[in-house]
């Protein structure tokens, strides 16, 4: 069901139950009021400031009485004539003005008692007073219905003389984890069991979205035992969000419990993530069932609970700023959802350029590292590199303009040096996506990033990236700079148990291969060493199933989904796998010459770091004997 029918349904389905539409209105502190959102207007009971007052340290004046007063020209005005005042004080009784405290000299007698003042400025009539009721007026309008009360507006009503604020009450969010694999964070876990990190997260936002959050305890896949837990929860909270068991697996029973229990209004939703969404109504309380992949609950929570839960406190719903951004690489998107795409962002040749995370439901790093959201609307299928598209802003723009933007080859090292980046200066990004090599230095040429990361192996030449960047960026003044020499090997399960030696174990005997995606200069090596030995890759099992990273490729093989793939040995040693070296190469960052004194500075300072060198040394397989030489 589209998101907008799905809304409609619901909250429908709420009004019929008997859901309020607004939450109660209670009475509380001024210094307590912060974050609610008022329930009746505000309204001054009193004038800020109550009297005229001096608005500068200074003497008060009769304003004519400086007539003709100036640095060069002072004026006199003897004791009795003016009052010395301090900011804020009351103005004295037919005095209309105040001299600020540098342009007056005080002149003593011998005992130190002021008998003249000597004005070397002339001032208007009310120049420097704050009048009556400036900042308000008794019976103004200071605060409507509806706002949610930021530290400011505290401070102004009791400026105001407010000592209370009608609000209404705290939305009441109940958090119900479900599974028996799920643990409390912080417990040990076996194998299988996994940690209950998204009541954390839906709770978190609850409380930024204004609201009070229970997190109940675990509840086992029983139905018996989840309706006894969405009955209480809905006796005694807001909002119901069931965690986990929202799709059509054998112990997935949210959508049968809330029917079975109240009224099942939806059971999926046309977005993504998160389509298997359950929406219902139980005993008056509307019910979430968030799917239990990571990325799929928090993005329910902001479709769903965070409209639902401003509407409760009569607030608007939260809106975030929107900017037009160029699309860094190709986005395809399944017609028939809204698909929900997190990316990241960063300022090159001018232009905002949006780069997608990876989109999977299960991976929260996405949501961590993106600076905005991108949604492709039904009905279309995707996007093309350059495309212009809406972005929701995630981050400001000014943490924005000081991101690198890095398209190109996967290696360990641009992470490290994105986290010392960022110590050295926290306003200082280096967001990398992975592409392969080859797509790094089209962007590159397109004007979609910085900076690319390449090791592109011309077998005609043996030389690696710079015949590349000659035909891709051909007549243009661009840079090539070392970041590192590097190791590669086949990744495989401890102990080599397969006994691999080389790539020609790859064809004929049955070692399932995970390799990298086309483009990517990895498996332009495999390739290069088959032909080398004269195999033909349509011969290695697995050639086909490709990953985008070393890190992906090293998971595969940890978890046993292959025997083998060509990767780094960072990679190697992050899983816990041996590593049969099968070739050395360097590692290169290619960008404009112009850029590498300007936004790539902070990046190329780095690179002669000794710390920083040490630091890659630590990761292993690498030599960093070249790191930061300019190569072209």
Not at 404 to 420: E, T
Request: with cysteine; charged share 20%.
């Amino acid at each position: 069901m589209p998101v907008a029918e799905a809304w409609a349904a619901w909250t429908a389905a709420a009004r019929a139950a008997g859901c309020p539409s607004r939450l109660p209105v209670e009475t509380v502190p001024v210094a307590e009021a912060v974050g609610r959102v008022t329930a009746a207007p505000v309204w001054a009971s009193r004038s800020s400031p109550a009297f005229d007052s001096a608005a500068m340290d200074g003497i008060a004046v009769t304003a004519t009485d400086t007539l003709g007063a100036s640095e060069s020209t002072p004026l006199l005005l003897p004791a009795g004539s003016f009052e010395v005042v301090d900011t804020g004080d009351p103005m004295p009784a037919g005095r209309d003005a105040v001299v600020m405290r540098e342009d007056v000299h005080h002149v003593r007698d011998r005992d130190g008692r002021t008998t003249a003042a000597e004005v070397r400025a002339a001032v208007a009539p009310y120049h420097h007073v704050r009048s009556i009721g400036e900042d308000v007026s008794a019976t103004e309008l200071l605060l409507p219905e509806g706002h949610r009360l930021r530290p400011v507006d505290a401070a102004a009503v009791a400026a105001s003389g407010g000592t209370h604020v009608v609000v209404r009450r705290r939305p009441v969010v109940a958090v119900i984890p479900t599974g028996d694999e799920i643990r409390p964070v912080g417990e040990p876990l076996a194998p299988g069991e996994i940690p209950d990190t998204n009541s954390l997260m839906l709770a978190a936002q609850a409380r930024e979205a204004g609201c009070a959050a229970l997190v109940h305890p675990v509840v086992r896949d029983e139905p018996a035992l989840l309706s006894a837990a969405v009955r209480e929860a809905a006796g005694s909270s807001d909002l119901v969000i069931v965690i986990a068991g929202s799709s059509a697996g054998r112990d997935d029973y949210t959508a049968r419990v809330v029917a079975e229990v109240g009224e099942l209004c939806v059971h999926g939703v046309a977005v993504r993530p998160g389509h298997p969404v359950v929406l219902g109504v139980v005993d008056a309380t509307p019910v979430i069932g968030a799917p239990g992949y990571a990325v799929s609950a928090a993005l329910t929570f902001e479709i769903f609970a965070a409209p639902l839960l401003a509407a409760l406190q009569g607030a608007a719903p939260t809106r975030r700023p929107v900017a037009r951004a160029r699309l860094a690489r190709k986005l395809a998107s399944t017609v028939g959802s809204d698909d929900w795409v997190r990316v990241r962002l960063g300022r090159v040749g001018g232009a905002l350029v949006a780069t997608p995370l990876p989109r999977g439901a299960g991976v929260l790093t996405s949501l961590v590292r993106a600076d905005g959201l991108l949604v492709v609307p039904t009905g279309v299928e995707g996007h093309h590199p350059g495309d212009e598209v809406d972005v929701e802003l995630l981050r400001g723009l000014d943490a924005i303009e000081r991101t690198i933007v890095a398209i190109g080859s996967h290696d360990m090292v641009l992470d490290l040096a994105a986290s010392q980046l960022r110590a050295v200066d926290p306003m200082l990004t280096l967001a990398s996506s992975n592409v392969g090599s080859l797509g790094g230095l089209v962007a590159l040429r397109d004007g979609l990033c910085h900076v690319a990361g390449s090791h592109l192996l011309d077998p005609e030449t043996g030389s690696y990236t710079t015949p590349y960047v000659e035909r891709v960026l051909a007549g243009e003044d661009v840079a090539v700079i070392r970041l590192v020499h590097r190791t590669q090997g086949l990744l495989v399960a401890p102990g080599n148990p397969l006994g691999l030696s080389g790539v020609a174990d790859l064809v004929g005997s049955g070692v399932r291969y995970v390799n990298r995606q086309r483009g990517a200069g990895t498996r332009v090596l495999l390739d290069t060493l088959l032909a080398a030995a004269g195999l033909d890759p349509a011969d290695v099992s697995g050639y086909g199933r490709e990953e985008h990273t070393h890190l992906a490729v090293a998971a595969a093989v940890a978890s046993g989904r292959a025997d083998t793939g060509l990767g780094i040995q960072a990679a190697a040693r992050a899983f816990g796998l041996d590593f049969v070296p099968v070739a050395d190469e360097p590692y290169d960052l290619v960008a404009r010459a112009a850029d590498v004194e300007g936004v790539l500075a902070p990046l190329v300072a780095l690179l002669g770091e000794p710390a920083f060198r040490t630091a890659i040394g630590a990761l292993g397989g690498y030599s960093t004997s070249e790191t930061g030489l300019r190569v072209r």
